[in-house]
């Protein structure tokens, strides 16, 4: 059980465009899901917390008008880097947390992003 | 002083060898611990939570102790495939968001 899957794996866009990364908990329902970036040989970083049906909590120094967070069912976040440039490359990944009260997250596989 | 500390390694260890990993968190408000792997250029996977009685899952060991706001973890005759970075996660002050550690790399060689 508590499989997210995230779509597409890798993608290579140019800079200026826009790319957007979907997460889904596949066999449970996650009313909160994060975000989170990482830059190679460094830990993971969360960029924000998005909650089903409300806006996204962005962390200090997250550009929210930037990297634009949806979570529009219990199943289905999206983060949607805008207008990219190659500094946005890097692989980023979604969790979605459990509601035991445990505060266990499970990760998606990634998605690594190279803005060219 | 960063909210989560791992000793970054690299720990170059041969098949067999017994090894530990320490981490200190800040917050003492935190009330979950983990410990996750993760793989090359994979997501991180979780590995065990670590309970106040300590807990252990196979080869592996976990620890915790509040009053020194300190973690470990203890892995017994490594395997190569237990080669991977070992991340020491701790639930923030914020209730449910995680913080991690910068990981601790792991080699096991034959």
């Known amino acids: 059980g508590a499989v997210v899957s995230q779509h597409p794996s890798w993608v290579i866009c140019k800079s200026g465009t826009s790319v957007k990364i979907e997460c889904r908990s596949l066999?449970?329902?996650?009313?909160?899901m994060f975000w989170y970036r990482q830059f190679p040989k460094q830990s993971l970083m969360l960029m924000a917390t998005?909650?089903?049906?409300?806006?996204?909590?962005?962390e200090q120094g997250v550009e929210k008008d930037k990297f634009l967070i949806n979570h529009a069912s219990l199943t289905l976040s999206t983060l949607t880097v805008t207008s990219a440039h190659p500094e946005d490359s890097s692989f980023y990944i979604c969790s979605a947390g459990t509601d035991g009260g445990t505060y266990e997250q499970y990760f998606g596989p990634g998605t690594r992003l190279t803005v060219t | 002083r960063k909210e989560v500390e791992q000793d970054p390694g690299p720990f170059n260890v041969p098949e067999g060898a017994t090894v530990a990993f320490n981490c200190t968190y800040s917050?003492?408000?935190?009330?979950?611990f983990f410990w996750y792997r993760q793989d090359c250029r994979k997501e991180p996977k979780l590995l065990m939570s670590v309970y106040s009685s300590g807990n252990e899952d196979g080869r592996f060991t976990a620890q915790l102790n509040r009053a020194s706001q300190y973690i470990s973890l203890l892995i017994r005759d490594s395997k190569l495939s237990d080669s991977a970075t070992y991340l020491c996660?701790?639930?923030?002050?914020?209730?449910?968001?995680?913080?991690f550690g910068a990981g601790t790399i792991l080699r096991v060689k034959s």
């Open positions: 917050n003492s408000a935190s009330q979950s």
């Open positions: 998005s909650n089903e049906g409300s806006k996204a909590t962005y």
């Open positions: 066999d449970f329902q996650a009313t909160t």
């Open positions: 996660v701790v639930n923030s002050e914020y209730g449910n968001k995680l913080v």
